[in-house]
Protein backbone atom coordinates (compact mmCIF):
# COMPACT_ATOMS: atom_id res chain seq x y z
CA UNK A 1 0.00 0.00 0.00
CA UNK A 2 2.47 2.58 0.95
CA UNK A 3 5.02 1.70 -2.02
CA UNK A 4 1.33 2.17 -4.66
CA UNK A 5 1.27 5.76 -2.39
CA UNK A 6 4.96 6.29 -3.79
CA UNK A 7 4.83 6.01 -7.38
CA UNK A 8 1.47 7.66 -7.23
CA UNK A 9 3.75 10.82 -5.42
CA UNK A 10 6.22 10.09 -7.63
CA UNK A 11 4.39 9.95 -11.51
CA UNK A 12 2.35 13.32 -9.88
CA UNK A 13 -1.45 11.74 -9.66
CA UNK A 14 -3.46 11.20 -7.20
CA UNK A 15 -3.92 14.69 -6.16
CA UNK A 16 -7.38 13.82 -4.48
CA UNK A 17 -7.33 12.80 -0.83
CA UNK A 18 -7.98 8.65 -0.58
CA UNK A 19 -10.80 7.34 1.83
CA UNK A 20 -11.50 3.55 2.41
CA UNK A 21 -14.97 3.03 2.31
CA UNK A 22 -16.24 -0.64 3.48
CA UNK A 23 -19.36 -2.15 1.54
CA UNK A 24 -21.86 -4.04 3.63
CA UNK A 25 -20.03 -6.64 1.21
CA UNK A 26 -17.20 -6.20 3.88
CA UNK A 27 -14.30 -5.04 0.88
CA UNK A 28 -12.76 -1.80 1.79
CA UNK A 29 -13.12 0.52 -1.58
CA UNK A 30 -10.57 3.26 -2.40
CA UNK A 31 -12.77 6.43 -2.48
CA UNK A 32 -11.02 9.86 -3.80
CA UNK A 33 -12.84 12.81 -1.71
CA UNK A 34 -13.72 15.53 -3.92
CA UNK A 35 -11.58 18.71 -3.83
CA UNK A 36 -12.84 22.08 -3.07
CA UNK A 37 -11.99 23.51 -6.68
CA UNK A 38 -14.33 20.90 -8.07
CA UNK A 39 -17.08 20.89 -5.58
CA UNK A 40 -16.80 24.82 -5.84
CA UNK A 41 -16.96 24.18 -9.93
CA UNK A 42 -19.72 21.93 -9.61
CA UNK A 43 -21.82 24.31 -7.35
CA UNK A 44 -21.52 27.41 -9.53
CA UNK A 45 -22.51 25.40 -12.37
CA UNK A 46 -25.42 24.55 -10.41
CA UNK A 47 -26.24 27.94 -9.61
CA UNK A 48 -26.42 29.13 -12.94
CA UNK A 49 -28.99 26.38 -13.57
CA UNK A 50 -30.75 27.73 -10.85
CA UNK A 51 -30.50 31.02 -11.65
CA UNK A 52 -32.31 29.73 -15.52
CA UNK A 53 -34.72 27.68 -14.05
CA UNK A 54 -35.98 30.49 -11.68
CA UNK A 55 -35.95 32.69 -14.88
CA UNK A 56 -37.93 30.31 -17.06
CA UNK A 57 -40.73 30.15 -13.90
CA UNK A 58 -40.85 33.77 -14.36
CA UNK A 59 -40.74 33.64 -17.92
CA UNK A 60 -43.69 31.13 -17.66
CA UNK A 61 -45.51 33.57 -15.03
CA UNK A 62 -44.96 36.35 -17.00
CA UNK A 63 -46.83 34.36 -20.10
CA UNK A 64 -49.71 33.48 -17.91
CA UNK A 65 -49.99 37.26 -16.78
CA UNK A 66 -50.91 37.96 -20.15
CA UNK A 67 -53.33 35.15 -19.73
CA UNK A 68 -54.89 37.42 -16.76
CA UNK A 69 -53.57 35.70 -13.63
CA UNK A 70 -52.01 38.71 -12.13
CA UNK A 71 -48.93 40.06 -12.38
CA UNK A 72 -45.30 39.12 -11.46
CA UNK A 73 -44.52 40.97 -8.37
CA UNK A 74 -41.56 40.87 -6.15
CA UNK A 75 -42.77 38.56 -3.77
CA UNK A 76 -43.69 35.89 -6.25
CA UNK A 77 -40.27 36.16 -7.71
CA UNK A 78 -38.43 35.97 -4.55
CA UNK A 79 -40.48 33.02 -3.58
CA UNK A 80 -39.95 31.51 -6.71
CA UNK A 81 -36.48 31.93 -6.73
CA UNK A 82 -36.56 30.58 -2.49
CA UNK A 83 -38.08 27.35 -3.81
CA UNK A 84 -36.01 26.62 -6.86
CA UNK A 85 -32.69 26.45 -5.43
CA UNK A 86 -34.05 24.88 -2.36
CA UNK A 87 -35.96 22.03 -4.19
CA UNK A 88 -33.31 21.55 -7.03
CA UNK A 89 -30.53 20.05 -5.06
CA UNK A 90 -32.25 17.96 -3.14
CA UNK A 91 -35.19 16.93 -6.07
CA UNK A 92 -31.95 15.72 -7.72
CA UNK A 93 -29.61 14.27 -5.32
CA UNK A 94 -32.93 12.48 -4.33
CA UNK A 95 -33.64 10.99 -7.69
CA UNK A 96 -30.55 11.09 -9.54
CA UNK A 97 -28.96 8.88 -6.68
CA UNK A 98 -26.67 12.18 -4.79
CA UNK A 99 -25.95 13.59 -8.61
CA UNK A 100 -26.81 17.16 -9.47
CA UNK A 101 -26.79 18.05 -13.17
CA UNK A 102 -23.38 20.10 -12.15
CA UNK A 103 -22.02 17.26 -10.22
CA UNK A 104 -22.78 14.72 -13.08
CA UNK A 105 -20.61 17.49 -15.45
CA UNK A 106 -17.44 17.71 -13.22
CA UNK A 107 -17.77 13.86 -12.34
CA UNK A 108 -19.01 14.25 -8.32
CA UNK A 109 -21.11 12.37 -6.13
CA UNK A 110 -23.25 12.59 -2.81
CA UNK A 111 -22.41 9.18 -1.04
CA UNK A 112 -23.20 8.11 2.41
CA UNK A 113 -20.20 8.56 4.27
CA UNK A 114 -20.41 5.03 6.42
CA UNK A 115 -20.64 3.14 2.85
CA UNK A 116 -24.38 2.58 3.61
CA UNK A 117 -27.49 3.85 1.04
CA UNK A 118 -28.16 7.35 0.71
CA UNK A 119 -31.28 8.58 2.64
CA UNK A 120 -33.67 10.94 1.81
CA UNK A 121 -33.12 12.31 5.17
CA UNK A 122 -29.53 13.11 5.01
CA UNK A 123 -30.43 14.05 1.14
CA UNK A 124 -32.84 16.93 2.69
CA UNK A 125 -30.09 17.22 6.27
CA UNK A 126 -27.32 18.27 3.77
CA UNK A 127 -29.21 20.99 1.98
CA UNK A 128 -31.48 22.40 4.65
CA UNK A 129 -28.01 24.13 5.93
CA UNK A 130 -27.37 25.65 2.25
CA UNK A 131 -29.51 28.02 3.63
CA UNK A 132 -27.70 29.15 6.27
CA UNK A 133 -23.96 28.39 4.79
CA UNK A 134 -24.34 30.09 1.23
CA UNK A 135 -27.33 31.71 0.43
CA UNK A 136 -27.96 33.83 3.65
CA UNK A 137 -24.91 35.43 4.07
CA UNK A 138 -24.02 35.78 -0.02
CA UNK A 139 -27.81 37.67 -0.24
CA UNK A 140 -26.74 39.60 2.59
CA UNK A 141 -23.49 40.72 1.28
CA UNK A 142 -24.88 41.28 -1.77
CA UNK A 143 -28.02 43.27 -1.05
CA UNK A 144 -27.57 45.06 1.72
CA UNK A 145 -27.93 48.71 0.44
CA UNK A 146 -26.08 50.43 2.70
CA UNK A 147 -23.06 48.19 3.26
CA UNK A 148 -21.08 50.67 0.91
CA UNK A 149 -21.70 53.64 3.44
CA UNK A 150 -20.91 51.38 6.10
CA UNK A 151 -18.36 48.55 5.08
CA UNK A 152 -17.66 47.37 8.43
CA UNK A 153 -21.05 46.11 8.70
CA UNK A 154 -20.30 43.40 5.78
CA UNK A 155 -16.99 42.38 8.10
CA UNK A 156 -19.60 39.99 10.59
CA UNK A 157 -21.69 38.29 7.30
CA UNK A 158 -17.75 38.15 5.23
CA UNK A 159 -16.81 36.71 7.91
CA UNK A 160 -19.47 33.72 8.17
CA UNK A 161 -19.39 33.26 4.58
CA UNK A 162 -15.58 32.95 5.17
CA UNK A 163 -15.79 30.41 7.79
CA UNK A 164 -18.39 28.15 6.21
CA UNK A 165 -16.30 27.98 3.17
CA UNK A 166 -12.88 27.58 4.92
CA UNK A 167 -14.45 24.71 6.97
CA UNK A 168 -14.23 22.41 4.17
CA UNK A 169 -10.73 22.61 4.32
CA UNK A 170 -10.19 21.81 7.91
CA UNK A 171 -11.40 18.60 7.81
CA UNK A 172 -9.92 15.00 6.03
CA UNK A 173 -12.64 14.76 4.27
CA UNK A 174 -13.27 17.92 2.63
CA UNK A 175 -17.23 18.05 4.46
CA UNK A 176 -18.99 21.46 4.85
CA UNK A 177 -21.39 22.11 7.56
CA UNK A 178 -24.56 20.07 5.25
CA UNK A 179 -21.97 17.54 5.00
CA UNK A 180 -21.32 16.70 8.61
CA UNK A 181 -25.50 17.32 9.48
CA UNK A 182 -26.28 14.86 6.60
CA UNK A 183 -23.38 12.25 7.16
CA UNK A 184 -22.17 12.30 3.31
CA UNK A 185 -19.45 13.01 1.20
CA UNK A 186 -18.74 14.20 -1.56
CA UNK A 187 -16.84 11.76 -4.00
CA UNK A 188 -15.37 11.92 -7.31
CA UNK A 189 -15.66 9.06 -9.93
CA UNK A 190 -13.61 9.40 -12.65
CA UNK A 191 -14.32 6.76 -15.19
CA UNK A 192 -10.98 4.73 -15.74
CA UNK A 193 -10.82 1.66 -18.86
CA UNK A 194 -9.28 -1.10 -18.82
CA UNK A 195 -5.40 -0.16 -20.32
CA UNK A 196 -3.80 -2.54 -22.60
CA UNK A 197 -1.75 -5.22 -20.55
CA UNK A 198 2.19 -4.43 -21.18
CA UNK A 199 3.43 -7.56 -20.75
CA UNK A 200 3.75 -8.88 -24.10
CA UNK A 201 3.62 -12.60 -25.44
CA UNK A 202 7.00 -12.91 -26.44
CA UNK A 203 10.32 -12.01 -25.14
CA UNK A 204 13.46 -10.57 -26.96
CA UNK A 205 15.71 -10.07 -23.78
CA UNK A 206 16.19 -12.10 -20.50
CA UNK A 207 17.19 -11.34 -17.74
CA UNK A 208 18.45 -13.28 -14.84
CA UNK A 209 17.24 -13.45 -11.37
CA UNK A 210 20.64 -11.77 -10.24
CA UNK A 211 19.51 -8.60 -12.32
CA UNK A 212 16.37 -8.65 -11.20
CA UNK A 213 17.84 -8.09 -7.52
CA UNK A 214 18.14 -4.32 -8.00
CA UNK A 215 14.46 -2.86 -7.84
CA UNK A 216 11.79 -2.90 -5.80
CA UNK A 217 7.61 -1.59 -6.42
CA UNK A 218 8.22 1.54 -6.42
CA UNK A 219 10.46 1.69 -9.47
CA UNK A 220 8.56 -0.65 -10.63
CA UNK A 221 5.50 1.20 -11.22
CA UNK A 222 7.47 4.62 -12.01
CA UNK A 223 8.39 2.32 -15.05
CA UNK A 224 5.30 1.26 -15.36
CA UNK A 225 3.98 4.63 -15.69
CA UNK A 226 6.79 5.33 -18.42
CA UNK A 227 5.53 3.07 -20.40
CA UNK A 228 2.22 3.88 -20.65
CA UNK A 229 2.79 7.27 -21.19
CA UNK A 230 6.18 6.39 -23.66
CA UNK A 231 4.58 8.18 -26.86
CA UNK A 232 6.84 10.16 -29.72
CA UNK A 233 9.45 12.19 -28.33
CA UNK A 234 10.29 10.67 -25.74
CA UNK A 235 12.60 8.58 -26.89
CA UNK A 236 15.70 10.11 -25.44
CA UNK A 237 13.76 9.96 -22.16
CA UNK A 238 13.37 6.21 -22.42
CA UNK A 239 17.00 5.90 -23.64
CA UNK A 240 18.02 7.75 -20.78
CA UNK A 241 16.29 5.68 -17.98
CA UNK A 242 17.25 1.96 -20.24
CA UNK A 243 21.05 3.28 -19.73
CA UNK A 244 20.47 3.60 -16.50
CA UNK A 245 19.00 0.32 -15.86
CA UNK A 246 21.43 -1.38 -17.55
CA UNK A 247 23.85 -0.07 -15.51
CA UNK A 248 22.82 -0.43 -12.34
CA UNK A 249 22.34 -4.29 -13.65
CA UNK A 250 25.25 -4.94 -14.30
CA UNK A 251 23.70 -5.34 -18.05
CA UNK A 252 26.51 -5.58 -20.67
CA UNK A 253 25.52 -6.54 -24.01
CA UNK A 254 24.48 -3.39 -26.49
CA UNK A 255 21.40 -2.66 -26.86
CA UNK A 256 20.52 -0.69 -30.33
CA UNK A 257 18.26 2.56 -29.91
CA UNK A 258 15.68 0.90 -31.71
CA UNK A 259 14.83 -1.43 -29.24
CA UNK A 260 14.76 0.61 -26.45
CA UNK A 261 11.48 0.34 -25.88
CA UNK A 262 11.33 -3.33 -26.09
CA UNK A 263 14.20 -3.39 -23.94
CA UNK A 264 12.31 -1.54 -21.20
CA UNK A 265 8.97 -3.52 -21.81
CA UNK A 266 10.72 -6.83 -21.36
CA UNK A 267 12.63 -5.95 -18.28
CA UNK A 268 9.60 -4.86 -17.00
CA UNK A 269 7.67 -8.20 -17.71
CA UNK A 270 10.67 -9.75 -15.94
CA UNK A 271 11.07 -7.77 -13.35
CA UNK A 272 7.19 -7.64 -12.38
CA UNK A 273 6.91 -11.46 -12.69
CA UNK A 274 9.87 -11.59 -10.41
CA UNK A 275 8.09 -9.06 -7.80
CA UNK A 276 5.10 -10.78 -7.87
CA UNK A 277 7.13 -14.00 -7.13
CA UNK A 278 8.47 -12.72 -3.84
CA UNK A 279 5.53 -11.21 -2.71
CA UNK A 280 3.84 -14.21 -2.98
CA UNK A 281 6.28 -15.80 -1.13
CA UNK A 282 6.39 -13.36 1.57
CA UNK A 283 9.02 -10.88 0.65
CA UNK A 284 7.14 -7.86 -0.77
CA UNK A 285 9.73 -5.65 -1.89
CA UNK A 286 8.50 -2.03 -1.76
CA UNK A 287 11.50 0.11 -3.15
CA UNK A 288 15.02 -0.54 -3.83
CA UNK A 289 16.00 0.05 -0.48
CA UNK A 290 14.12 -2.84 0.76
CA UNK A 291 17.35 -4.83 2.21
CA UNK A 292 18.46 -2.17 4.59
CA UNK B 1 3.25 -14.70 -14.22
CA UNK B 2 -0.14 -14.78 -11.97
CA UNK B 3 -0.99 -11.31 -12.15
CA UNK B 4 -1.51 -11.56 -16.24
CA UNK B 5 -3.34 -14.96 -16.07
CA UNK B 6 -6.00 -13.96 -13.43
CA UNK B 7 -6.65 -11.00 -15.83
CA UNK B 8 -6.61 -13.33 -19.26
CA UNK B 9 -9.27 -15.35 -17.11
CA UNK B 10 -11.47 -12.44 -15.42
CA UNK B 11 -11.25 -9.75 -17.96
CA UNK B 12 -14.61 -11.09 -19.89
CA UNK B 13 -16.53 -10.42 -16.81
CA UNK B 14 -15.39 -7.03 -15.80
CA UNK B 15 -15.74 -5.74 -18.99
CA UNK B 16 -19.67 -7.39 -19.20
CA UNK B 17 -20.34 -5.71 -15.48
CA UNK B 18 -19.01 -2.31 -16.95
CA UNK B 19 -21.37 -2.43 -19.96
CA UNK B 20 -24.31 -3.00 -17.47
CA UNK B 21 -23.28 -0.06 -15.01
CA UNK B 22 -22.99 1.98 -18.30
CA UNK B 23 -26.57 1.00 -19.10
CA UNK B 24 -27.60 1.75 -16.11
CA UNK B 25 -26.38 4.87 -15.86
CA UNK B 26 -27.70 6.08 -19.91
CA UNK B 27 -31.12 4.62 -19.27
CA UNK B 28 -31.89 3.42 -15.64
CA UNK B 29 -31.92 0.09 -13.66
CA UNK B 30 -35.58 -0.41 -15.46
CA UNK B 31 -33.97 -0.87 -18.75
CA UNK B 32 -32.10 -4.59 -17.77
CA UNK B 33 -33.15 -7.50 -19.02
CA UNK B 34 -34.19 -10.12 -16.74
CA UNK B 35 -30.77 -12.21 -17.22
CA UNK B 36 -29.25 -9.05 -17.15
CA UNK B 37 -30.85 -8.35 -13.76
CA UNK B 38 -29.47 -11.80 -12.60
CA UNK B 39 -26.13 -11.73 -13.88
CA UNK B 40 -25.38 -8.38 -12.17
CA UNK B 41 -25.09 -9.20 -8.47
CA UNK B 42 -22.96 -12.08 -9.40
CA UNK B 43 -21.14 -9.64 -11.53
CA UNK B 44 -20.81 -6.86 -8.80
CA UNK B 45 -19.60 -9.93 -6.17
CA UNK B 46 -16.78 -10.73 -8.87
CA UNK B 47 -15.75 -8.19 -9.35
CA UNK B 48 -15.11 -7.07 -5.49
CA UNK B 49 -13.49 -10.49 -5.20
CA UNK B 50 -11.23 -9.68 -8.52
CA UNK B 51 -10.36 -6.48 -6.61
CA UNK B 52 -9.14 -8.55 -3.41
CA UNK B 53 -7.14 -11.03 -5.36
CA UNK B 54 -5.18 -8.25 -7.40
CA UNK B 55 -4.72 -6.43 -3.97
CA UNK B 56 -2.74 -9.28 -3.11
CA UNK B 57 -1.22 -10.44 -6.21
CA UNK B 58 -0.78 -7.75 -8.84
CA UNK B 59 1.59 -5.31 -8.89
CA UNK B 60 0.70 -4.06 -12.33
CA UNK B 61 -0.86 -0.38 -10.81
CA UNK B 62 -3.27 0.34 -13.89
CA UNK B 63 -5.24 -2.93 -13.21
CA UNK B 64 -5.44 -2.59 -9.77
CA UNK B 65 -6.77 1.31 -10.00
CA UNK B 66 -8.76 0.00 -12.35
CA UNK B 67 -10.77 -2.90 -10.58
CA UNK B 68 -11.14 -0.42 -7.85
CA UNK B 69 -12.69 2.24 -9.77
CA UNK B 70 -14.60 -0.57 -11.14
CA UNK B 71 -15.64 -2.27 -7.59
CA UNK B 72 -16.77 1.77 -6.71
CA UNK B 73 -18.80 2.25 -9.77
CA UNK B 74 -20.37 -1.07 -9.78
CA UNK B 75 -20.99 -0.41 -5.60
CA UNK B 76 -22.73 2.77 -6.19
CA UNK B 77 -24.75 1.32 -9.05
CA UNK B 78 -25.55 -1.39 -7.39
CA UNK B 79 -26.20 0.34 -3.79
CA UNK B 80 -28.43 3.39 -5.11
CA UNK B 81 -31.45 3.86 -3.34
CA UNK B 82 -34.52 2.56 -4.73
CA UNK B 83 -36.57 6.31 -4.55
CA UNK B 84 -40.58 6.30 -4.72
CA UNK B 85 -40.70 10.07 -3.69
CA UNK B 86 -44.70 10.10 -3.50
CA UNK B 87 -44.17 6.55 -1.09
CA UNK B 88 -41.30 8.80 0.70
CA UNK B 89 -43.32 11.96 1.67
CA UNK B 90 -46.36 9.79 2.67
CA UNK B 91 -44.12 7.63 5.14
CA UNK B 92 -42.58 10.47 6.29
CA UNK B 93 -45.85 12.66 6.88
CA UNK B 94 -47.42 9.43 8.52
CA UNK B 95 -44.73 8.26 10.95
CA UNK B 96 -40.78 9.34 10.38
CA UNK B 97 -42.10 13.25 11.06
CA UNK B 98 -43.80 12.87 14.31
CA UNK B 99 -41.57 10.18 15.85
CA UNK B 100 -38.59 12.41 15.24
CA UNK B 101 -40.35 15.19 16.95
CA UNK B 102 -41.30 12.81 19.70
CA UNK B 103 -37.21 11.98 20.22
CA UNK B 104 -36.81 15.91 20.89
CA UNK B 105 -39.20 15.88 23.84
CA UNK B 106 -36.12 17.86 26.16
CA UNK B 107 -35.54 19.98 23.86
CA UNK B 108 -38.75 21.07 22.35
CA UNK B 109 -39.38 21.89 26.52
CA UNK B 110 -36.26 24.17 26.52
CA UNK B 111 -37.31 25.71 23.12
CA UNK B 112 -40.93 26.50 24.49
CA UNK B 113 -39.20 28.06 27.91
CA UNK B 114 -36.78 29.96 25.48
CA UNK B 115 -39.59 31.44 23.38
CA UNK B 116 -41.90 32.28 26.62
CA UNK B 117 -38.75 34.15 28.78
CA UNK B 118 -38.70 36.31 24.95
CA UNK B 119 -42.43 36.76 24.88
CA UNK B 120 -42.78 37.65 28.30
CA UNK B 121 -40.03 39.95 28.90
CA UNK B 122 -41.08 41.76 25.20
CA UNK B 123 -44.37 42.18 26.71
CA UNK B 124 -42.77 43.78 30.23
CA UNK B 125 -40.54 45.86 28.86
CA UNK B 126 -43.32 47.31 26.15
CA UNK B 127 -46.19 47.00 28.69
CA UNK B 128 -43.77 49.33 30.32
CA UNK B 129 -43.13 51.84 28.08
CA UNK B 130 -44.18 52.08 24.95
CA UNK B 131 -40.94 53.79 23.38
CA UNK B 132 -39.32 50.12 23.16
CA UNK B 133 -41.64 49.20 21.03
CA UNK B 134 -39.71 50.83 18.13
CA UNK B 135 -36.26 49.41 19.20
CA UNK B 136 -37.21 45.96 19.73
CA UNK B 137 -39.56 44.81 16.22
CA UNK B 138 -37.30 45.91 13.43
CA UNK B 139 -38.89 48.43 11.18
CA UNK B 140 -40.03 46.54 7.90
CA UNK B 141 -41.88 43.63 10.58
CA UNK B 142 -43.44 46.70 12.47
CA UNK B 143 -45.49 47.88 8.75
CA UNK B 144 -46.17 51.38 10.14
CA UNK B 145 -47.35 50.10 13.45
CA UNK B 146 -45.98 51.82 16.66
CA UNK B 147 -46.54 53.34 19.87
CA UNK B 148 -48.48 55.98 17.48
CA UNK B 149 -51.20 54.00 16.26
CA UNK B 150 -54.78 53.78 17.79
CA UNK B 151 -56.90 51.17 18.26
CA UNK B 152 -58.60 52.64 15.55
CA UNK B 153 -55.48 52.47 13.06
CA UNK B 154 -54.77 48.86 13.88
CA UNK B 155 -58.25 47.48 13.47
CA UNK B 156 -58.38 48.91 9.73
CA UNK B 157 -54.96 48.40 8.47
CA UNK B 158 -54.55 45.16 10.48
CA UNK B 159 -56.92 43.50 12.60
CA UNK B 160 -59.90 43.91 10.26
CA UNK B 161 -58.57 44.64 7.14
CA UNK B 162 -59.19 42.86 3.70
CA UNK B 163 -58.61 39.99 1.61
CA UNK B 164 -55.68 41.18 -0.66
CA UNK B 165 -56.08 41.51 -4.63
CA UNK B 166 -53.68 38.87 -5.34
CA UNK B 167 -53.74 35.86 -2.73
CA UNK B 168 -50.32 34.29 -4.27
CA UNK B 169 -48.53 37.22 -3.77
CA UNK B 170 -49.72 37.64 0.34
CA UNK B 171 -49.15 34.22 1.16
CA UNK B 172 -45.38 33.96 -0.67
CA UNK B 173 -44.74 37.73 0.95
CA UNK B 174 -45.56 36.39 3.95
CA UNK B 175 -43.29 33.30 3.57
CA UNK B 176 -40.38 35.13 2.73
CA UNK B 177 -40.81 38.06 5.26
CA UNK B 178 -38.47 37.25 7.64
CA UNK B 179 -39.76 34.18 9.76
CA UNK B 180 -38.79 31.90 7.35
CA UNK B 181 -35.15 32.85 6.56
CA UNK B 182 -34.65 33.17 10.76
CA UNK B 183 -36.72 30.08 11.28
CA UNK B 184 -33.76 28.14 8.81
CA UNK B 185 -31.05 30.01 10.68
CA UNK B 186 -32.05 28.93 13.98
CA UNK B 187 -31.86 25.19 12.44
CA UNK B 188 -28.72 25.61 10.84
CA UNK B 189 -26.57 27.93 13.57
CA UNK B 190 -27.97 25.33 15.73
CA UNK B 191 -25.08 23.86 15.06
CA UNK B 192 -22.74 26.28 17.28
CA UNK B 193 -24.00 24.46 20.57
CA UNK B 194 -26.91 25.19 20.43
CA UNK B 195 -26.97 28.92 21.27
CA UNK B 196 -27.69 30.70 18.58
CA UNK B 197 -30.95 28.31 18.18
CA UNK B 198 -31.98 28.98 21.70
CA UNK B 199 -31.38 33.39 21.23
CA UNK B 200 -32.94 33.98 17.93
CA UNK B 201 -36.25 31.73 19.68
CA UNK B 202 -36.01 34.45 22.39
CA UNK B 203 -35.58 37.40 20.22
CA UNK B 204 -38.67 36.12 17.97
CA UNK B 205 -41.07 35.56 21.42
CA UNK B 206 -39.61 39.33 22.21
CA UNK B 207 -41.21 40.33 18.99
CA UNK B 208 -44.23 38.75 19.71
CA UNK B 209 -44.24 39.88 23.18
CA UNK B 210 -43.64 43.65 21.95
CA UNK B 211 -47.14 43.05 19.55
CA UNK B 212 -48.91 41.59 22.43
CA UNK B 213 -48.57 44.75 24.26
CA UNK B 214 -49.05 47.10 21.99
CA UNK B 215 -52.58 45.68 21.26
CA UNK B 216 -52.97 45.01 24.94
CA UNK B 217 -52.79 48.55 25.59
CA UNK B 218 -55.27 49.38 23.20
CA UNK B 219 -58.13 46.77 24.55
CA UNK B 220 -57.41 44.53 21.69
CA UNK B 221 -56.30 41.80 23.30
CA UNK B 222 -58.79 39.50 22.28
CA UNK B 223 -59.26 40.37 18.68
CA UNK B 224 -55.05 40.14 18.62
CA UNK B 225 -55.20 36.60 20.24
CA UNK B 226 -57.32 35.45 17.00
CA UNK B 227 -55.41 37.52 14.86
CA UNK B 228 -52.11 35.83 15.54
CA UNK B 229 -53.40 32.70 16.40
CA UNK B 230 -55.26 31.74 13.04
CA UNK B 231 -51.93 30.77 12.06
CA UNK B 232 -49.52 31.66 15.07
CA UNK B 233 -50.22 28.97 16.20
CA UNK B 234 -48.83 26.46 13.20
CA UNK B 235 -46.20 29.18 12.71
CA UNK B 236 -44.92 29.31 16.25
CA UNK B 237 -44.67 25.67 16.60
CA UNK B 238 -42.88 25.32 13.83
CA UNK B 239 -40.39 27.53 15.15
CA UNK B 240 -39.87 25.60 18.21
CA UNK B 241 -39.42 22.63 15.76
CA UNK B 242 -36.72 24.78 14.22
CA UNK B 243 -35.35 25.82 17.48
CA UNK B 244 -35.62 22.29 19.20
CA UNK B 245 -33.78 20.60 16.16
CA UNK B 246 -30.94 23.40 16.16
CA UNK B 247 -29.90 23.06 20.02
CA UNK B 248 -30.43 18.90 18.77
CA UNK B 249 -27.34 19.69 16.36
CA UNK B 250 -25.91 21.36 19.22
CA UNK B 251 -26.10 18.82 21.36
CA UNK B 252 -24.58 16.33 18.98
CA UNK B 253 -21.67 18.94 18.80
CA UNK B 254 -20.96 19.45 22.63
CA UNK B 255 -21.57 15.56 23.56
CA UNK B 256 -20.93 13.34 20.52
CA UNK B 257 -21.01 10.43 23.59
CA UNK B 258 -19.35 7.15 22.42
CA UNK B 259 -18.96 8.43 19.14
CA UNK B 260 -16.57 11.06 16.95
CA UNK B 261 -18.18 13.81 16.31
CA UNK B 262 -18.45 13.24 12.48
CA UNK B 263 -20.00 9.91 13.34
CA UNK B 264 -22.44 11.32 15.86
CA UNK B 265 -23.48 13.74 13.63
CA UNK B 266 -23.77 10.65 10.89
CA UNK B 267 -26.21 8.92 12.92
CA UNK B 268 -28.58 11.80 14.66
CA UNK B 269 -28.22 14.90 12.08
CA UNK B 270 -30.61 13.19 9.86
CA UNK B 271 -33.04 12.85 12.58
CA UNK B 272 -32.80 16.48 13.53
CA UNK B 273 -32.91 17.24 9.85
CA UNK B 274 -36.06 15.52 9.77
CA UNK B 275 -37.82 17.89 12.25
CA UNK B 276 -36.40 21.02 10.39
CA UNK B 277 -38.25 19.69 7.23
CA UNK B 278 -41.57 18.94 8.83
CA UNK B 279 -41.33 22.21 10.22
CA UNK B 280 -40.58 23.73 6.80
CA UNK B 281 -43.58 22.60 5.50
CA UNK B 282 -45.55 23.64 8.45
CA UNK B 283 -44.58 27.21 7.88
CA UNK B 284 -45.53 27.00 4.31
CA UNK B 285 -49.18 25.63 5.57
CA UNK B 286 -49.22 28.82 8.35
CA UNK B 287 -48.07 31.16 5.56
CA UNK B 288 -51.55 29.94 3.78
CA UNK B 289 -53.44 29.94 6.53
CA UNK B 290 -51.96 33.99 7.50
CA UNK B 291 -52.05 34.82 4.00
CA UNK B 292 -55.03 33.96 2.35
CA UNK B 293 -57.71 32.59 5.58
CA UNK B 294 -56.95 35.23 8.30
CA UNK B 295 -58.60 37.86 5.95
CA UNK B 296 -61.05 35.58 4.48
CA UNK B 297 -62.39 34.75 7.86
CA UNK B 298 -63.05 38.17 9.89
CA UNK B 299 -64.57 37.05 13.10
CA UNK B 300 -62.60 36.99 15.74
CA UNK B 301 -64.50 33.80 17.48
CA UNK B 302 -63.85 31.99 14.07
CA UNK B 303 -59.91 32.79 14.44
CA UNK B 304 -59.79 31.68 17.86
CA UNK B 305 -61.80 28.34 16.96
CA UNK B 306 -58.52 27.51 14.48
CA UNK B 307 -56.95 28.80 17.06
CA UNK B 308 -57.90 26.02 19.04
CA UNK B 309 -58.55 23.66 16.52
CA UNK B 310 -55.14 23.88 14.99
CA UNK B 311 -53.45 23.56 18.38
CA UNK B 312 -55.75 20.16 18.91
CA UNK B 313 -54.68 18.61 16.05
CA UNK B 314 -50.85 19.56 16.01
CA UNK B 315 -50.73 17.78 19.74
CA UNK B 316 -52.81 14.74 18.40
CA UNK B 317 -50.50 14.59 15.71
CA UNK B 318 -47.34 14.45 17.24
CA UNK B 319 -48.52 12.18 20.60
CA UNK B 320 -50.53 10.19 18.14
CA UNK B 321 -48.93 9.46 14.36
CA UNK B 322 -46.71 6.80 13.87
CA UNK B 323 -47.09 5.16 17.22
CA UNK B 324 -47.46 1.40 15.71
CA UNK B 325 -44.62 -0.08 13.79
CA UNK B 326 -43.98 0.67 10.09
CA UNK B 327 -45.51 -2.21 8.32
Known sequence: MSAENGAERLVG??????????TPDGVPLRVEVAELTE?????????????FATWLLLLAAFALAFGGFGGITLPAATFAAFVVRNAYFVFFELTRAGVTPGKRIVGLRVIDRNGGALTPAAVVARNLSREMETFFPLAMVLQSPDWIAAPWEAVPVG?????TSVL???????????DLIGGTIVIAVPKRVLLDELVAERHTFTFTDEQLQRYGILELQVLEDVLRRSVLGTEPLLRDIAGKIRRKIGWTNAVPDRDT??????????QRAFLELRKHLGDERTDKFYQR | MQSLRFRREREASW????????????SGIRSLSSDQLERFPLLHRSALSSLSVARAIALDRALVEYLDNLALRSFLTFYAPPLDLAATVRSFLQAGFPRAVRALRPHLAIALVALL?????????????????????????????????TAADLMTTEIAAPVPPNPFDAIANVLFSHNTLIALLTFGLGMLAGIPSILLTVYQGTILGAFIALHYHRGLALAFAGWVGIHGVTELLALILFAAAGMRLGEILVFPRELSRADAFAVHGPQAAKVAAGAVAMLALAAVLE???RAAIQSTDARLAIALLSLAGWTAYFSLSGRTPAR
Do not use: K
Not at chain 2, 15 to 26: A, C, D, F, G, S
Not at chain 2, 118 to 141: C, R
Open chain 2, 15 to 26: LELEQLIEQVRE
Open chain 1, 39 to 51: RVTAFSLDFVFII
Open chain 2, 117 to 149: IGTISGFALVNGHEGWFTDLVPAELAGGRGPAS
Open chain 1, 159 to 163: LWLLL
Open chain 1, 13 to 22: RGWRRIRMLV
Open chain 1, 261 to 270: LTFLRDFYAA
Open chain 1, 168 to 178: PLCNRDRLRAG
Open chain 2, 291 to 293: GYF
